[in-house]
């Protein structure tokens, strides 16, 4: 069962996870406008960003404000990374935890009320809440990566990671990886049969392998794999959370990412390029998946391991293309 509101009021018996083939069934989102727009115009301090640290979907988010530049210009606000029956809450007193500094809510949902008194649907992160209407933008991550990267991108560093000419090939790569990657760990774990969790491993790690390919003699995803992508912060995202969570909680465990060729250096590289390091809490990430979903975890128990270590030198300088000048890696990449 998934907790959500239903006409604007929090109830915790309302859907089954699982449609009747036992397949994870995510739900749409519901707040879809675009910055940019007459309603929504790019403007500096109007806008707010509230996620997850443990979040991927939220991570790409955070990672485009970063790289962009855009920390000055779009606040953020982080949730609680343990997520109880009233769902994702602020605990400021939590280490890389905040208030928040909209409404000062206990609770995310309270936000997703004051947008809409009547809302139905999950309170998920991301957010992005404008100041002006007192409303919730969008919460769907591709398109608030998307938005930031057209309507915002000029009030940052000059950093592109949308370009016109290579955007079709963007969008291409982010749908493709979308379902066998990004929802496929969701859809691996949260399986409601063996054989619909055994089809989701497989056809997960053909993708992997087939970007594991990919990667041996390209630098980024699309773009000749010469210019670093919103679809490389897609992929990004999965990867990182891979080792810790994925394979052990959700049972991904064909292999670890730390096994493969070029997608472990891959990793790497994009951990070290300025600005992403600092947006990744593998703390938050840990505790999060492992107490929070007790039905595929009852114990609460957070693994261990592996010991990962995301700065390491991995050598991929000498494939063609690299991360745009403002982004030059630093030493311990933040
Ligand atoms: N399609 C959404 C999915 C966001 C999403 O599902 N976020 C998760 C956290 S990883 C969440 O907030 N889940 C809370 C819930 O489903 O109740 C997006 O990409 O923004």
Same mark, same amino acid.
């Given at each position: 069962m998934v907790n959500m509101f239903v006409d604007g009021e929090w109830r915790t018996d309302t859907y089954e996870f699982n449609d009747e083939e036992g397949e994870f069934d995510r739900q749409p989102t519901s707040f879809r406008d675009r910055l940019g727009t007459e309603a929504f115009p790019a403007e500096s301090g109007r806008y707010h960003l509230y996620i997850s640290r443990a979040c991927p979907w939220a991570h790409g988010a955070s990672m485009v404000r970063s790289l962009l530049g855009l920390e000055d210009h779009v606040s953020m606000d982080i949730v609680d990374p343990y997520r109880d029956e009233m769902g994702w809450q602020f605990t400021p007193e939590k280490d890389d935890c905040t208030e928040d500094s909209i409404l000062g809510a206990d609770y995310l949902g309270e936000l997703y009320t004051e947008a809409d008194p009547n809302y139905t649907g999950r309170v998920t992160v991301p957010v992005l809440w404008d100041r002006e209407r007192?409303?919730? $933008? #969008?919460?769907e991550s591709i398109e608030v990566m998307e938005t930031f990267s057209t309507a915002? +991108?000029? *009030? @940052?560093? @000059?950093?592109? *990671?949308?370009?016109e000419d290579v955007r079709e090939e963007v969008d291409e790569m982010v749908d493709r990886i979308y379902e066998p990657i990004n929802n496929g760990v969701y859809r691996a774990g949260f399986a409601g049969t063996q054989e619909v969790y055994e089809k989701n491993v497989n056809r997960l790690f053909d993708a992997l392998d087939a970007l594991d390919e990919r990667l041996a003699d390209q630098r980024y995803l699309v773009a000749d794999g010469e210019r670093l992508t919103l679809a490389d912060l897609r992929l990004f995202a999965t990867l990182v959370r891979f080792d810790h969570v994925y394979h052990t909680h959700f049972k991904? #465990? &064909? &292999? *670890? $990412?730390? +096994?493969y060729d070029h997608l472990w250096p891959y990793v790497r590289d994009l951990y070290q390029t300025s600005g992403i390091a600092k947006t990744v809490n593998v703390d938050h990430i840990k505790e999060h998946y492992y107490t929070t979903h007790t039905d595929i975890n009852p114990t609460g128990f957070v693994a261990v391991g592996p010991d990962l270590d995301f700065e390491a030198p991995h050598g991929r300088d000498e494939l063609p293309g690299g991360p745009p000048a403002e982004l030059a890696p630093t030493p311990r990449g933040d």
């Open positions: 007192e409303t919730i $933008v #969008n919460n915002m +991108q000029e *009030l @940052g560093n @000059g950093v592109d *990671l949308y370009p991904c #465990n &064909r &292999r *670890l $990412v730390s +096994q």
